[in-house]
């Protein structure tokens, strides 16, 4: 089993709609994880950071559910500028914390 | 915010010749910096992770002797890709962090995209 699988996607979706992802990981000892946002041909930007149940930030919630070892990413009124790759970030199994482990990403792809 | 530049943003180069690329926190101490690469349509996958003074530790698959790292300073990590090949064509992005494994929060810097012709 890959450390964090992600559906790939794409995910064509309008504008305005209300899309979500997961992204399943492997260590169960993980304590942190994050989504990352990258654009094509771009270094991946911190979107959200989750270390408990769940976090807010305005259009974007990441949840964690810890029983089934998935984190999800919903993202509400979806606008063109979402358009982008999610990159579901978990520490590594190996090195004690100190590596991250990236998923493929999932593409979003917002349109009119 | 912290800031992490990459110098250069692409470099085309030769088969056969060396690469040397920067990787500089602009407004933190980094403590760890680490290397990744990156090819079409897939994931970032770490190359190694360096300390500095001391020296990186490589990542399983990743030759110690192509991929030579240097972490000079707290604010300072460079990677030289020696006796470049058309297959280490790839995009290498470089991130830092400032804190301990528990902050795990991880800056990245803008990327180089090398091309070995």
């Known amino acids: 089993r890959k450390e964090v699988e992600q559906d790939p996607g794409p995910f064509n979706v309008p504008e305005g709609a209300t899309v979500a992802f997961n992204c399943t990981y492997s260590n169960s000892a993980s304590q942190s994880f994050f989504w990352y946002r990258q654009d094509c041909r771009k270094e991946p930007k911190l979107l959200m950071s989750v270390y408990s149940s769940g976090n807010e930030d305005g259009r974007f919630t990441a949840q964690l559910n810890r029983a089934s070892q998935y984190i999800s990413l919903l993202i509400r009124d979806s606008k063109l500028s979402d358009s982008a790759t999610y990159l579901c970030?978990?520490?590594?199994?190996?090195?004690?914390?100190?590596?991250?482990?990236f998923g493929t990403g999932t593409q979003l792809k917002v349109e009119l | 915010g912290a800031v992490v530049s990459q110098h250069p943003s692409r470099v085309i180069c030769k088969s056969g010749t060396s690469v040397k690329i920067e990787c500089r926190s602009l407004?933190?101490?980094?403590?760890?910096m680490f290397w990744y690469r990156q090819f079409p349509k897939q994931s970032l996958m770490l190359m190694a992770t360096s300390n500095e003074g001391s020296k990186a530790t490589y990542e399983q698959g990743v030759e110690k002797d192509k991929f030579l790292i240097n972490h000079a300073s707290l604010t300072l990590s460079t990677l030289t890709v020696t006796s470049a090949h058309p297959e280490d064509s790839s995009f290498y992005i470089c991130?830092?962090?400032?804190?301990?494994?528990?902050?795990?929060?991880?800056?990245f810097g803008p990327g180089t995209r090398l091309t070995v012709l």
């Open positions: 991130s830092a962090r400032e804190g301990t494994p528990r902050d795990n929060e991880q800056f």
């Open positions: 407004d933190f101490q980094a403590t760890t």
């Open positions: 970030v978990a520490p590594a199994i190996t090195g004690g914390g100190n590596k991250l482990t």
